[in-house]
């Protein structure tokens, strides 16, 4: 059984940083895509960031500029570096990764808590 932990979350202020991580008890280079969720208090998840196994990166628009995903196959880690962070960035964030050993598999890690707030 795959496991996805995050951990980096915590409380900012606007303008602020943070950089998630998640750890998978498996090589990340076996996933088709490992990605970054994240839902807010009242709202659905919704897709932030991707990398492929190939190395292609995707964003949602409004991260765009401010975060980047990264992966360290080294250390089964991915990243997601977050700057010029806004209020309506907090949410739980949730790792993702797909793709093996079955093309229809799919992990999730039990989230982290990012609020940004002055």
């Known amino acids: 059984q795959v496991q996805l932990v995050e951990s980096g979350g915590g409380l900012v202020q606007p303008g602020g940083s943070l950089r998630l991580s998640c750890v998978a008890s498996?090589?990340?280079?076996?996933?088709?895509?490992m990605g970054w969720y994240r839902q807010a208090p009242g709202k659905q998840r919704e897709w932030v960031a991707r990398?492929?196994?190939?190395?292609?990166?995707n964003y949602v628009d409004s991260v765009k500029g401010r975060f980047t995903i990264s992966r360290d196959n080294a250390k089964n880690t991915v990243y997601l570096q977050m700057n010029s962070l806004k209020p309506e960035d907090t949410a739980v964030y949730y790792c993702?990764?797909?793709?093996?050993?079955?093309?229809?598999?799919?992990?999730w890690g039990q989230g982290t808590q990012v609020t940004v707030s002055s």
């Open positions: 993702n990764a797909r793709g093996w050993p079955m093309a229809n598999n799919d992990y």
């Open positions: 498996v090589g990340v280079f076996r996933f088709v895509a």
């Open positions: 990398i492929t196994s190939g190395g292609n990166r």
